[in-house]
């Protein structure tokens, strides 16, 4: 890991996802989780303040950089967090254990989507939801061809990030129902199109587990 991946960008990524635009997103998002919650691609911490009446947190992410400054806010929260070092493509936990995941922005930087997609689905109870926020391919076709040349520019500078990655068609493949999904435009970065929702598990599909 060369200089700029360990220590600027970590510090980058956290003043990056503070920004307004994105912020005032989390809110009404994050107050839906309950019960026991995983959140995946934990980063920074940023989601910290919004949960409410959660009883545990699981928080995951495979940068110990970003650990480093989520340390300060995870000591300030009021619910039990434990920390997991790890990919979201391989979750460390047991099947049907989870309430609520969360994932806010990651599902474009993680290697393998559908990978992670699948264990998510492994671990949420069958009536578990899964809420994300994310971004990915614009519907508009100019927009997503300039997604698609500047792709390569964003995974060598952002943490991997995708930017036309379709982020529905992802969750929906991997086997769960959007129940209701809302897309738009993010105004202050015109090539950031965002998704954001509940996905819940599609009754009868194929990798669901049950104990
Ligand atoms: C754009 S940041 C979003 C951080 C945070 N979710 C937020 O809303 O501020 C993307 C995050 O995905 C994480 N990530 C990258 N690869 C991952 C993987 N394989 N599994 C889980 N998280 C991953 C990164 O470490 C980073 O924390």
Same mark, same amino acid.
């Given at each position: @890991?060369?200089?700029?991946?360990?220590?600027?960008?970590?510090?980058?990524?956290?003043? %990056?996802?503070?920004?307004? +635009? @994105? &912020?005032?997103?989390?809110?009404?998002?994050?107050?839906?989780?309950?019960?026991?919650?995983?959140?995946?691609?934990?980063?920074?911490?940023?989601?910290?303040?919004?949960?409410?009446? /959660?009883?545990?947190?699981?928080?995951?992410?495979?940068?110990? &950089?970003?650990?480093?400054?989520?340390?300060?806010?995870?000591?300030?929260?009021?619910?039990?967090? &434990?920390?997991?070092?790890?990919?979201? #493509?391989?979750?460390?936990?047991?099947?049907?254990?989870?309430?609520?995941?969360?994932?806010?922005?990651?599902?474009?930087?993680?290697?393998?989507? #559908?990978?992670?997609?699948? #264990?998510?689905?492994?671990?949420?109870?069958? !009536? +578990?939801?899964? /809420?994300?926020? &994310?971004?990915?391919?614009?519907?508009?076709?100019?927009?997503?061809?300039?997604?698609?040349?500047?792709?390569? /520019?964003?995974?060598?500078?952002?943490?991997?990030?995708?930017?036309?990655?379709?982020? !529905?068609?992802?969750? %929906?493949?991997?086997?769960? #129902?959007?129940?209701?999904?809302?897309?738009?435009?993010?105004?202050? %970065?015109?090539?950031?199109?965002?998704? %954001?929702?509940?996905?819940?598990?599609?009754?009868?599909?194929?990798?669901?587990?049950?104990?």
């Amino acid at each position: @890991m060369n200089f700029y991946h360990k220590y600027l960008f970590p510090k980058l990524l956290d003043l %990056t996802m503070k920004r307004q +635009g @994105m &912020e005032k997103l989390r809110p009404d998002v994050i107050h839906k989780a309950f019960g026991t919650v995983l959140e995946i691609g934990f980063g920074s911490g940023l989601n910290l303040p919004y949960y409410t009446h /959660i009883l545990k947190l699981y928080a995951l992410d495979p940068s110990s &950089e970003l650990y480093d400054l989520a340390k300060k806010r995870i000591s300030k929260a009021s619910f039990s967090i &434990e920390y997991i070092q790890a990919s979201a #493509e391989d979750i460390p936990l047991p099947p049907n254990s989870i309430d609520t995941v969360i994932s806010t922005w990651n599902l474009c930087s993680i290697p393998h989507p #559908e990978s992670a997609l699948k #264990e998510i689905y492994r671990v949420l109870k069958p !009536d +578990g939801k899964f /809420i994300f926020i &994310e971004h990915g391919k614009s519907p508009r076709k100019s927009v997503a061809q300039w997604q698609k040349w500047l792709t390569p /520019i964003s995974k060598r500078l952002a943490g991997g990030c995708h930017i036309n990655r379709k982020i !529905d068609n992802l969750i %929906t493949d991997a086997g769960f #129902e959007i129940q209701n999904l809302k897309t738009f435009q993010q105004k202050s %970065t015109p090539l950031m199109f965002m998704y %954001t929702g509940v996905a819940v598990l599609k009754i009868g599909a194929s990798n669901n587990i049950m104990l």
